[in-house]
C-alpha cells in the first residue's frame, strides 16, 4: 500500500504520492484535451473542410456525419482497451500510460496537418477517420491505467480523492481545448479561423505531449502491481480469465458509465453546437460559458471523489445521477432562451451531478476486480459504457431535436440512460475498502 501517515497528518501526501497525482493528472488532461479538440472542432468547422459536397448540398447532414465521426473513434476504444488491459496486467501500468500518450499526441498532430478535401479529395475525410480510430484506440487504454496508478498508490480511506485526479483530467482537458478554441476564434476572423486557425490547437498538442511525456516517466510503477510481480501471479490471459470470472462486473461497469458520458459529451460537444448553429448563439461567448461550466465539473468530481471516501461509492452516485435526471427538463428550457448567462448557468448546474457521478468512479471500478485482471476489467467495462453512452449522444442528440423540434427530447433520453445508470450501480453494490491486493482468489 502506498506510504501515508495516519491520524492528524493523514490529509498531507508523501513525495512520492504527489509524483503519481501529479503524472496521472497531468497524462489524463492532456490525452483528453487532445481527444476533445477533435469533437469540437468536428462541430464547429470540418464539415465544410473534410465532407464538402455533402456540405454544399446539404449542411444539416454534413453536421450530423461530422459528429458522427466523434463516435466512430469510440467503436475502437474497446480494442485498445483490450490490448491496453492485457499488456498492462502483465508488463505493468506505467509503460501503457506512457505508450498512450505518445500515441494519442501523434494521431492529433497529423489531424493538424492534414490537407482538406480541397486539397486531396476523397482521400481527406477517409485519412481524417483513421486518425480519429487512432485516438480512439489510445483513449480506450489510457483512462484504465491512469485510474489504476492513481487508486493503487492510494491510502485505503482516500482512494476516492485519488481516484478523483485521473478523472479531473476530463473537465481540465475540456477547458484546455475550448480555452485555445476561444482563445483562437477571439483573435482571428471566421474566414481566418476556418483557413488555418483550427489546426492551431491540433498542433500544439506536440509541446503538451513533450511534458506529459517527462512527468509520467518519472512515476513510479503501481505498489499492487509490483505486490503481484514478486508473487509471480500475472495473469498469462488475462481477457480470457477477465471474462471467466467478471462478466457481471464488466457489463455493470459498463451501465454504471452510460449517463454520465452521455451528459458529458452534451457538454463537450453538442451544446457547443447547438448554441452556435440552431440557436445563432456567438461563438466565443458560447467557448467562454463552456469553460465556466467546466470549472464546476473540474470541482465536483475532485468534491465527488471525496465524498465518497465518506458516504460510500453508491450512494455518491446515487446523488450525482438524481440531480442530472431532475435538471436536465429545466436545463433545456433554459437554454432555448438563447440568453448566454441562462446558457452557461444552467451548464453550470449540470456539473454538479457530472462531477459527483464521474469522481467515485475510478476507485470503485478498481475495487470490483481481482488485482491479476484489473487495468483489463476497468478499461473495458469503461469503453464499453462510453460506447453505449457518449459515443453518438451528440449525434443522437441533433437527430432528436431534427425529428421532433424540441431539445427536451434530448434530456428524456439522457433521463432514461440515468435511470439505467442508477439501478446499475445499486446492484453492483458498495465497494469501499475492498482490499485491492493479491489475494488467494485472485
Do not use: C
Request: aromatic fraction near 10%; glycine fraction near 12%.
Amino acid at each position: 500500500m502506498a506510504t501515508t501517515t495516519t491520524g492528524g497528518a493523514s490529509a498531507r501526501l508523501t513525495r512520492d504520492e504527489r509524483r503519481v497525482l501529479a503524472g496521472t493528472l497531468a497524462g489524463t488532461t492532456i490525452e483528453w484535451y487532445d481527444f476533445f479538440i477533435y469533437a469540437q472542432a468536428a462541430g464547429l468547422v470540418l464539415a465544410p473542410l473534410f465532407l464538402a459536397p455533402l456540405s454544399e448540398s446539404s449542411p444539416g447532414a454534413a453536421t450530423i456525419v461530422s459528429l458522427a465521426t466523434i463516435g466512430i473513434s469510440f467503436l475502437f476504444r474497446p480494442l485498445g482497451a483490450i490490448l491496453a488491459g492485457r499488456f498492462g496486467d502483465r508488463l505493468g501500468r506505467k509503460r501503457m500510460l506512457v505508450l498512450t500518450l505518445l500515441m494519442m499526441g501523434s494521431a492529433t498532430f497529423l489531424i493538424g496537418v492534414l490537407p482538406t478535401y480541397g486539397q486531396i479529395g476523397a482521400a481527406a475525410p477517409l485519412l481524417l477517420v483513421l486518425l480519429r480510430v487512432l485516438q480512439g484506440f489510445s483513449a480506450g487504454g489510457e483512462w484504465g491505467g491512469a485510474a489504476l496508478m492513481s487508486v493503487e498508490h492510494a491510502p485505503v480511506h482516500r482512494r476516492g480523492l485519488f481516484g478523483a485526479y485521473p478523472q479531473v483530467g476530463v473537465p481540465l482537458g475540456l477547458i484546455l481545448a475550448t480555452g485555445v478554441l476561444w482563445v483562437l476564434t477571439t483573435v482571428t476572423t471566421p474566414e481566418q479561423f476556418d483557413a488555418w486557425g483550427w489546426r492551431v490547437p491540433f498542433l500544439l498538442s506536440v509541446a503538451l505531449i513533450a511534458v506529459g511525456y517527462v512527468i509520467r516517466r518519472s512515476v513510479e510503477e503501481s505498489p499492487v502491481f509490483q505486490d503481484m510481480l514478486q508473487r509471480k501471479r500475472a495473469s498469462a490471459a488475462p481477457l480470457r480469465d477477465l471474462f471467466r470470472r467478471n462478466t457481471r462486473n464488466v457489463l455493470l461497469s459498463a451501465l454504471i458509465f452510460v449517463a454520465n458520458n452521455a451528459a458529458g459529451y452534451l457538454v463537450i460537444v453538442f451544446f457547443i453546437t447547438y448554441a452556435t448553429g440552431t440557436l445563432g448563439m456567438d461563438r466565443p461567448p458560447v467557448l467562454l460559458a463552456t469553460v465556466f461550466a467546466s470549472l464546476g465539473w473540474l470541482t465536483f468530481t475532485l468534491y465527488g471523489g471525496a465524498l465518497s471516501d465518506r458516504i460510500g461509492r453508491v450512494r455518491t452516485f446515487q446523488i450525482g445521477y438524481a440531480l442530472i435526471f431532475v435538471w436536465l427538463i429545466p436545463m433545456f428550457l433554459l437554454i432555448e432562451t438563447a440568453n448566454i448567462w441562462l446558457f452557461g448557468g444552467s451548464i453550470f448546474v449540470l456539473t454538479i451531478g457530472l462531477g459527483l457521478s464521474y469522481g467515485p468512479m475510478s476507485a470503485m471500478y478498481a475495487e470490483m476486480f481481482p488485482t491479476a485482471v484489473r487495468y483489463s476489467g476497468v478499461s473495458i467495462g469503461y469503453a464499453l459504457g462510453a460506447i453505449l453512452g457518449g459515443a453518438f449522444a451528440p449525434t443522437i442528440a441533433e437527430l432528436l431535436i431534427r425529428s421532433t423540434g424540441t431539445s427536451v427530447a434530448v434530456g428524456g433520453y439522457v433521463m432514461a440512460l440515468a435511470l439505467i445508470s442508477v439501478v446499475a450501480v445499486t446492484v453492483a453494490g458498495e465497494t469501499r475498502g475492498n482490499d485491492l491486493h493479491v489475494t488467494g482468489g485472485d
